[in-house]
Each structure stands twice: as C-alpha cells, then as structure tokens.
C-alpha cells in the first residue's frame, strides 16, 4: 500500500518535516478511525515535527488542543497550527506562571485523550482537575514524567502508557537522536570546537549514553558520572573515563546534565566548577543545577547573547577568585532551544509510538490503568516497519 502524505500545510518547516516521516503517516493512515470525532489534548514541545502529528490528527478527524513546554514553543509552528484549526494554547515568550495557566486551560478542555510530556497535565487531572465523562486514558512521553507518575501519592483509574519505556524508542530516538541533536544544539548555540575538550556527561541513561558516543567520536575527551553502578560499568566498558560527580567538575570544561534528576550540582559542588566551564543541559527539566544558588554567589553576571537573539543563551557568571562559568539557556535543552530538537527520523518513530498508543486507549483496547511501558505488540510492529523503511 502506497505511503499517504499530507497536503501542503502552509509552512515550509512542517512540509520538509513530513517528506521524512514515512512511519507517522502509514500509522495514522492505519489508526485513522480511532482518532476521528475524538479531542485529542496535547503537551508537547510545539515545533515543526510535532506540528506534523497534529497535521495528521486533524486529517483524520480529529479536534486537537495543544500546549507546549516552556521555554521550547516555535512560534511559527504555533501560527500555522492555528490556521490548520488546532486550538494552541500559550506561546514562545511565556513564562512559568503562564505556562502553569496554560496546563490548566488544556485539562480545562476535557480532551478525550490526552499526549503528555513531563506528566504535569496528567497530575492535575490525577488531583481532581475538570475530566470529560468520555476520557479514555493518556500518553507520557518522558522517562522524568513516568518517575513523576509512579512517585505520585494518587493512583490513576485510567491507563497511562509511558513512550520511553519502549526499548525501541530508548534506542533510536533517546540514544541516536538525542546525542545527535544535543552535541548539535551545543555546536549552534556555542560555535566551540570539540575534538580535544574534556567533556563531562552527567548520567549516563539512554540519552546521556547518546550524548557521550557522539561527544566522543567528534574527538572529545568523554568522561562519565552515574551513580548505577551498572550505568558506570556500561561507560567504562564504552572507553570513557568514569569517576564520581564531584571528581570531574575540576576539570571538566563541558558538563552535560542528562540525568532527569533536580539539585545534581548544587551547594558546594558549585565550588568545584573548572574556571570557564560551559554547563548545557540535557533533561527535560532545566534544575539539575542550582542556578538560584550560582546566582546568589556571583559577583557579576554578563550575558554574552547579543548575537543570538535571545538574552539566556549564554549567561557568564563571574564567581569570588576570578572564576568565570558559562549557563547556555539556563541548562534548558540546547537540543530545542539552540538546534531544530531530535532529528526528523528520530521522531518519525517517537511519534508514531504515541499514535499507535494513544490510538489503542481510544479504541479502548488497553487493559491496565496507571502507568506502563508501550504494548509489545506496538513495539514490534514499528520496529519491523522501521527495518523496512530503511533497509
């Protein structure tokens, strides 16, 4: 059966992203039933690939409502969603107190379904938020919102399917794409040569794993901190230096923060930064470093983004002694912030395992409520699709 394609969506970004996710549009054109007449509620970073996706849930029939994450929201894309007919709420220069408000406009909405990315929609429903007499169930993108999920005092009576519990997407979007995107938004956001640089990646998880093999075949000096001693001995055995946190920030000129976890760096390991050291972030939260703190101690901070358009991208902070540390984007992701996030093909697949699933909640074909990994069966049906397509 011949691929489907969308028609033209108005906006050259989205029109270049869809030629290139082939998986997304055979998964819509599969599950296309499961969507029409359905409102599909969605947090996710607003950019030309997610664009595609609520192209696709349109196509089909679907109402979309759509927010995005802060600090990451392409302002372009938002435009062109809006004259396709999706709802958006909030936009590029929203801050956190909006971004809340945003979060609650979506759940206001009573979606049937709802695609979710850090889980913090889901908890306001969770916690007695507005929920539509036909809500079926939802989505989590992320590995720090699945955590969020499971820690939760609250359990779900709906099923909830966590993306990246999916080794498949662990494997081609988290460790390929991300390392890609990561180490290209630092390129961007930077203009730095990497061969030679001593490098730090902070957890060493799927995507900090990606993070540090593309590092280090650009010819950086990859060292590697994670408290699992399994993660570490996986490091070691990858050719990097491994040794704890407080150990390489001395002499770390990059530190890559990928660990998904608050408060990594803070307190007196702030005094541990190398002189000159650039902190870039990599989780989907930008607090693995106490910036409030960092801030607190400068004695000056200069912010060196003129040329860049966008007045965090490179904060200098001037510390007692003449040491000097450099926050690109306040430790948001430098993949999103600083490049065009995780490559096309990349997130072909990541979204076609979030059309797949949340199509199966629709349908009313999941029988577990909370959180739980992606159905194996979808997970192999894409994976056999992917080695077609690029075989």
């Known amino acids: 059966m011949p691929i489907p394609t969308l028609p033209a969506s108005g906006s050259p970004a989205l029109d270049w992203a869809a030629r290139s996710m082939p998986l997304l549009a055979s998964t819509m054109a599969v599950h296309a039933g499961d969507f029409a007449g359905r409102h599909v509620g969605i947090c996710l970073h607003i950019e030309p690939k ?5 192209h696709w849930l349109l196509r089909v029939g679907a109402k979309v409502t759509i ?29 956190a107190a909006q971004h809340a408000r945003n979060l609650d406009a979506l759940v206001a909405a009573e979606p049937d379904v709802l695609l979710d990315n850090g889980a913090e929609t889901i908890e306001r429903i969770l916690r007695g938020g507005p929920r539509s007499a036909a809500f079926l169930g939802a989505t989590e993108e992320t590995t720090t919102g699945g955590r969020r999920l499971r820690e939760l005092d609250v359990a779900a009576d709906f099923p909830i399917i966590v993306i990246n519990d999916s080794p498949l997407k662990l494997l ?21 040569m990497l061969p030679g640089t001593r490098a730090t990646v902070i ?41 704890p946190v407080e150990a390489l920030l001395p002499e770390s000129q990059l530190v890559f923060l990928a660990t998904g976890h608050p408060g990594v760096i803070s307190g007196d390991q702030l005094d541990r930064l190398a002189d000159g050291v650039m902190l870039v972030g990599v989780g989907h939260e930008a607090d693995e470093i106490d910036l409030p703190v960092l801030r607190a101690r400068a ?21 007692a002694g003449g040491r000097e540390v450099v926050v690109l984007h306040g430790t948001k992701m430098i993949n999103l912030v600083a490049a065009g996030g995780n490559p096309i093909q990349a997130m072909d697949l990541g979204l076609s395992l979030q059309a797949a699933s949340l199509a199966a909640i629709a349908r009313g074909g999941v029988g577990f409520a909370g959180p739980h990994g992606v159905p194996a069966d979808i997970d192999r049906e894409l994976a056999t699709a992917l080695v077609g397509l690029w075989s």
């Open 203 to 243: 957890g060493y998880g799927p995507c900090g794993k990606g993070v540090a093999e593309t590092l280090a075949r650009l010819g950086a000096r990859v060292s590697v901190a994670d408290t699992d001693p399994y993660r570490a001995l996986e490091a070691i055995m990858h050719g990097h230096r491994v040794a």
């Open 299 to 319: 004695v000056r901070t200069t912010s060196l983004s003129v040329p860049l358009g966008d007045a965090d991208a490179r904060i200098l902070y001037e510390l």
């Open 67 to 95: 927010t995005g994450n802060l600090g990451t929201t392409d302002q372009a894309t938002v435009d062109t969603l809006l004259a396709l007919g999706a709802t958006v709420v909030g936009g590029h220069d929203d801050d």
């Open 172 to 192: 081609i979007e988290n460790e390929f794409g991300v390392g890609q995107s990561i180490v290209q938004g630092f390129m961007n956001a930077t203009n730095a």
């Open 50 to 54: 997610t664009g595609v996706l609520v």
